[in-house]
């Protein structure tokens, strides 16, 4: 009875430390990315340039709720949710050294 005892405990002993490297390894590190995003995402403000899910190029002229308006061109404006913005590359709009499609 003592070995099976002994077994059990070593087993679960397993399957904590198993429970510990998946949390430190595949968890917690989501957490930390899912938490940047958010962050991101409501840092939003007029006047940011950014980058949407799709790839397109764009300055923020208008700030909504669960929305933005985004100048694409002169005159062209979409509206995306805040969620398809990618990443945020500053205030202004994207320069030449930036874009070299714009340099054309």
């Known amino acids: 009875m003592g070995a099976q005892q002994g077994s059990m405990v070593s087993s679960l ?7 510990g490297i998946f949390y430190f390894f595949l968890i ?3 957490q930390t990315q899912q938490k940047k995003r ?5 840092s939003l403000r007029k006047g940011n340039t950014v980058i949407t899910i799709g790839g ?15 100048q694409i061109a002169d005159n062209v404006r979409v509206r ?7 990443s945020v590359l ?3 709009e ?3 050294d930036k874009d070299p ?3 054309e």
């Open 13 to 19: 002993i397993m399957l904590a430390l198993m429970f």
């Open 90 to 92: 500053g205030k202004g």
């Open 101 to 103: 499609e714009l340099a």
């Open 28 to 30: 917690r590190p989501q």
């Open 80 to 86: 995306t949710v805040r969620g398809a913005v990618n």
């Open 56 to 70: 397109i190029y764009g300055q923020i002229v208008e700030v909504k709720d669960d929305s933005l308006i985004v």
């Open 38 to 42: 958010r962050e991101m995402l409501d």
């Open 94 to 96: 994207v320069t030449k």
